[in-house]
């Protein structure tokens, strides 16, 4: 993987929700943004002048080749992803590029080898793998604190995007599953462990409220070939605000993570004033639950942070587009198990993780010759083993201390 860095300074492409968003922790983090870019010029002023960037463009040719940037930072709508990093990767610049990489996994290949060939720099943009809890709960597992992992939960429901072109499958790639299950299947695999492949998928997914074809909830399980399972559930038409948990379940232990509702940040309005509360929240009176620091909590400081850092270092970051292909993959067997109601395989080419198929089941306790399958200690004190004769597979109790 090539540097090829000219400059920090970046190209944002995208005046969205998610441009303001980047915006915000680039500068925050004390990046300079060079150039903004917006399909509607007029719209890519005001924007310059709202953050005082010293260019904009509605050409999106002139804003990915200007010269004093060495960074495009892509926030645009799926649809344009392929073609913002092709131009990126010819003009030599690092590309970070927004989630979902791209509308298919044929798509999202396609744009791993354009920046692979062209050897720049790629970082895929998946904020919800560097909130601060993510970030705790993941150390917490690669220290083995929770054993095994066996299984994974990942929800993310709120009443619907921000913008038009979400609404339209054919734009987007699909409807919540694309937009939110993206996520979903990310921090799954990193609890699961990255390495680890995802073989099948069995996916729902129907339109539930709103005069679209592309869907507003869907629920998927996902198998990986340890043996370990992951479950999303994504929604358009869940009301309140925005709910984020995860759950991890090990064998060893577990893991419990709210990341947006109910974190210990409750207010109570009469609605007497107004202002922004969080994003996807509905109202500005009754109870609302404000965010800290929004930035940090939805993982966008931490994920900028780890992008320069392993670009200064010539280093992959932790999420790249290889990453971003698997993803896909993900959701294209999930499309494919919701047409046909059945498992559906995952298909990963290339896949470059591990072929160890050690499963949690075979990481077995022993006591005095038996397999140990459950230990508790009771009410009068004692220690109660469940076990196994590993023999004759007779199961039996045994007290002991």
Known sequence: MGNNLRSEQVSLLGTGLIGDFYTRALLGS???????YSRDAERARVFADQWDIPRSS??????????????????????????????????????????????????AREILEVVEQAGVFAGYLEDLVYTPKTLKALGSVHSGAIGWVTWVRSREAHSGPHSGWFWDREQAGGGAIVDLGCHCIEIIRNFVGKSIRPVEVMCWAETL?????????????????????GQFEVSWTFRGGMDLRDEVQGTEGMIWLNHFLRTGFEMFSS???????????????GWLFPVGDELAELGYTAMFADMFDSLQRNQSPGETFYDGYVVNAVIDACYCSAQ??????????????????TTPSQAVREFEGSVVIKQERMPDGRVKLILKDPASGRIFD???G
């Open 30 to 36: 004390g990046k300079q943004i060079g150039m903004v």
């Open 58 to 107: 509605g050409d999106l040719n002139q804003a990915i080749a200007d010269p004093e940037t060495g960074v495009v930072v892509v926030g645009l709508p799926n649809q344009i992803h392929r073609e913002a990093v092709e131009l990126a990767a010819v003009a030599g610049k690092a590309i970070l590029c927004t989630k979902p990489l791209a509308r298919t996994a044929e798509e």
């Open 209 to 229: 409220v709103h005069p679209v074809e592309a869907e507003d909830n869907g629920i998927a399980l996902i198998k990986f070939e340890n043996g370990a399972l």
């Open 271 to 285: 609605g007497g004033g107004s202002g922004y509360v969080s994003e996807k929240t509905e109202e500005e009176k």
């Open 340 to 357: 046909s109601k059945r498992w559906e395989a995952i298909a990963i080419d290339p896949w470059r993780g591990s072929t160890s198929t």
């Open 398 to 400: 045994q007290f002991i």
